[in-house]
């Protein structure tokens, strides 16, 4: 009796309050995007001069268009190595560095970040756009090389040794063969790290010189000075963009349980 | 000439496997091993060492500071804990219908950019937000509630932004528990809550444990979250390593501040291990 009331009402009551507590903040966050008030939080009629200020803001273009410079080199420098490095480098080798490469997401970013920049100061070189790529492809290598080491784990090694048996090089095996058979799990990592790399503001903040200013480090200082209404109408947007990310790692196939 | 590439070419797949670990080591290892040395160098001279950095930071008011993040990380993770482990369970066992759209949903938020989120936090914290609004509808108080800037709002804040963290590795492993093994339980006589603490939470517990480090470890050294919603009169652990390499520009106590606060951090993670460990000798 008791366990009836239990999971009849009180477990899906519960979930409920957890979906009102995860959506509640976004929905309010879309609804004030559309409001035609400045001072973010009265209600005073429906407006989409914000969006319209968005679209014509010089500053956020440019921000976004860093972000996408940034973000799609560190996916090339990060599938790249650590493809590269999946196969070509020795089991034993492997193996051992992989805990080395865990160890990107044990360790606190801000940490990584000062780290980074004491670098970068030790070794008298001026940040730019290029160490802040520097620092992202870091932070990328510990989410793919595992993925990417599980999923060449599951691959079947007879294509490989099939390959090599009939007179491919290593090369070709690689890029005939292997990549080939990886390249679901290729796209899945070049997601992760293209949204790590666009959503991530801490090594940003301090890892890039102040002419490169991203788009996460552009909403910092418009909520720190007082916001002005367009990072609502910019955050509504890039809220939709997220929806429209996740949506396509839902269709993709080879999901596995859970994350993706 | 010839003998060189050669070399070269047979070497070719070795030499193609390594970027990733010089990467790595130029820009992991070395930051790492620049802030161990900034910690303890000597500003007078190159190779000198000297503590005096560490010296600087036995006041109490630093040790405040990491007490401060820590319990915040604690209370960010076990919460998040409690919260999530219903819901992950609820859709991992219980739910058929809907639950791809349940699982998108839950999804979502962890792809949300951060500061969005953050920012999503500021209508509803404000003075007159959305939460002092309702409660003054409602009755509860008569005058607004100061939500914002204070280290309650951080710590909301925090739930709401890592709750994904802990509820995917939950789920992904609630999910891997055989149904046959619940199924023997109820069959062999065990009443539901029996099966639950005796099944289904020791099967949890890897996802449990990944799921309170991903919360404390990103948690205790949060930076923009504080900065955001903090206000100024309480300083934590990120805040004040950012104090020191951005505005006060003193590396040297930055560093030896950042190492104190990350063997901190190991010191307590190192020893809740170890008493886990002896906790579940003395029960086998």
């Given amino acids: 009796m008791l366990h009836g009331l239990w999971s009849r009402f009180v477990f899906p009551i519960f979930v409920a309050m957890f979906y009102l507590f995860l959506y509640v903040p976004l929905t309010v966050l879309t609804i004030f995007s559309f409001n035609a008030n400045k001072m973010r939080f009265d209600w005073m009629g429906f407006t989409t001069q914000w969006y319209r200020a968005l679209w014509h803001s010089t500053e956020v273009w440019h921000a976004l268009q860093t972000s996408l410079v940034v973000a799609g080199a560190s996916v090339a420098l990060c599938l790249t190595m650590s493809s590269l490095f999946i196969f070509f480098g020795s089991q034993r080798t492997v193996r051992r560095m992989l805990l080395l490469f865990y160890g990107n997401l044990a360790l606190p970013e801000i940490v990584l970040a000062v780290g980074l920049m004491s670098l970068f100061y030790f070794s008298y070189v001026p940040l730019s756009m290029t160490t802040l790529i520097a620092a992202h492809t870091v932070l990328g290598l510990g989410y793919v090389v595992p993925i990417m080491y599980d999923r060449y784990q599951e691959l079947d090694k007879r294509y490989v040794e099939a390959s090599m048996d009939l007179g491919a090089t290593a090369w070709q095996t690689f890029y005939r063969v292997v990549l080939p058979l990886l390249a679901p799990s290729l796209l899945v990592s070049a997601l992760l790290v293209f949204i790590i790399s666009f959503d991530d503001f801490v090594l940003s903040f301090f890892c890039a010189s102040g002419s490169t200013q991203t788009l996460p480090m552009y909403i910092f200082a418009m909520i720190r000075s007082g916001s002005s209404p367009i990072v609502g109408a910019l955050s509504t947007v890039l809220l939709l963009m997220s929806g429209l990310v996740v949506l396509i790692m839902f269709a993709l196939p080879g999901r596995k349980r859970g994350l993706w | ?284």
């Fill in chain 2, 1 to 284: 000439m010839r003998k060189v590439l050669r070399l070269f070419s047979r070497e070719l797949p070795f030499v193609s496997s390594l970027p990733a670990i010089v990467w790595q080591f130029f820009f992991m290892v070395a930051p790492l091993v620049i802030i161990a040395y900034y910690s303890v160098a000597d500003s007078s001279s190159w190779l000198n060492i000297s503590f005096v950095h560490y010296k600087n930071l036995f006041e109490s008011t630093y040790f405040k500071v990491i007490a401060r993040s820590l319990f915040l990380a604690v209370a960010t993770a076990i919460t998040g804990l409690l919260c999530a482990y219903p819901v992950a369970y609820f859709i991992a066992l219980r739910v058929r219908r809907f639950k791809n759209l349940m699982l998108f949903l839950l999804t979502l938020p962890f792809w949300v950019n951060f500061l969005v989120q953050i920012y999503a936090w500021y209508f509803l914290l404000e003075r007159n937000g959305l939460i002092n609004k309702v409660l003054l509808r409602l009755g509860f108080i008569q005058e607004p509630l100061l939500l914002s800037n204070s280290l309650f709002a951080v710590f909301l804040v925090m739930l709401y932004c890592y709750l994904p963290f802990v509820i995917m590795p939950l789920y992904s492993t609630l999910e891997k528990i055989d149904h046959r093994l619940l199924e023997a339980s109820a069959d062999l006589g065990a009443t539901p809550w029996q099966t639950f603490w005796r099944i289904t939470v020791p099967y949890s517990m890897p996802g449990v444990k990944t799921g309170l480090l991903l919360v404390m470890i990103p948690a205790f050294g949060e930076f923009v979250i504080p900065a955001l919603v903090g206000g100024s009169k309480y300083m934590l652990v990120g805040s004040l390593i950012s104090y020191y390499f951005l505005a006060a520009r003193n590396n040297y106590a930055g560093a030896a501040f950042t190492s104190l606060s990350a063997m901190v951090l190991i010191g307590t993670l190192l020893l809740v291990i170890v008493i886990s460990r002896l906790y579940s000798l003395r029960k086998s």
